[in-house]
């Protein structure tokens, strides 16, 4: 690792002159961030795909970022390269286009049996009761959370970024001018927290450490003591379980 004198002169080398070896340099300088990032993302993938694989699509994204940054503007480049990463991963799997129509049918279909039960019940779906209501063994039923994964996180996404994230740019140009878009995110948000703490204890730790902690598959799967399989498995019944809040919220706002 460089110290922080180096590091500007390698991006002054970079910005000024394009220099091949001070790219080389700094690829090495932030190559840590491609394995942080592919950490966090390969709790969608379980074994569907290798952690080498995602690392791989993941330094295109840190290339990318090296070649786009732009130093004048004092953003942070960890960050910068963090998202660029994380979209190289996102796009290239998109790319192998190997999650088949049936399974996005199958999410979408454990999505409804999960918002089914807990409207009628009252409480957290279990397991067994998701299980019997599709019709399947539990075997077959922690088969399909392994396969949907991939699924949820595209599905997930999506929705965030064709429903919300408008939103937050209408929020972040003048809340004062449009005070219905900074209720519509305060509500958003309110229902996130909500969502969260009625998750059940193993799915809300799960998500905590994930998206508020910034843990990866591997780091929460030795604090929780279970396995990284497990921890997915978890992870997926959570996101199945909010994605179904959030759509209700979205028919609620559009009637």
Avoid: C
Avoid at 48 to 56: C, I, M, Q, W
């Amino acid at each position: 690792m460089f110290s922080v004198n180096n590091i500007s002169q390698l991006w002054k080398q970079y910005t000024e002159n394009k220099d091949p070896a001070a790219k080389e340099k700094l690829i090495v300088q932030y190559a840590y961030l491609i394995k942080y990032v592919a950490g966090r993302l390969s709790i969608y993938f379980g074994s569907n795909v290798e952690f080498d694989d995602l690392v791989g699509y993941g330094a295109f994204g840190l290339i990318d970022a090296i070649e786009k940054f732009d130093v004048t503007k004092g953003a942070k480049f960890e960050t910068y390269a963090s998202l660029r990463i994380r979209g190289s991963i996102i796009d290239s799997i998109r790319d192998l286009d190997w999650v088949p129509r049936s399974l996005r049918q199958k999410n979408k279909e454990l999505e409804r049996v999960y918002a089914e039960i807990e409207n009628e019940a009252g409480h957290s779906a279990t397991d067994k009761q998701v299980a019997e209501k599709l019709g399947i063994s539990m075997d077959e039923f922690y088969r399909l959370l392994n396969d949907v994964n991939v699924s949820s996180m595209m599905s997930l996404e999506e929705f965030m970024e064709q429903n919300y994230e408008r939103g937050l740019e209408i929020v972040s140009e003048n809340t004062e001018d449009k005070p219905e878009a900074s209720l519509e995110l305060s509500e958003i948000k309110e229902l996130l927290a909500d969502s969260i703490n009625k998750l059940p204890e193993k799915e809300k730790a799960v998500i905590t450490f994930y998206y508020f902690e910034e843990l990866t598959l591997k780091e929460i799967s030795a604090i929780m003591n279970v396995t990284e399989s497990r921890i997915s498995q978890l992870h997926t019944k959570a996101l199945l379980r909010m994605r179904g809040k959030l759509f209700r919220h979205k028919i609620m706002l559009e009637s």
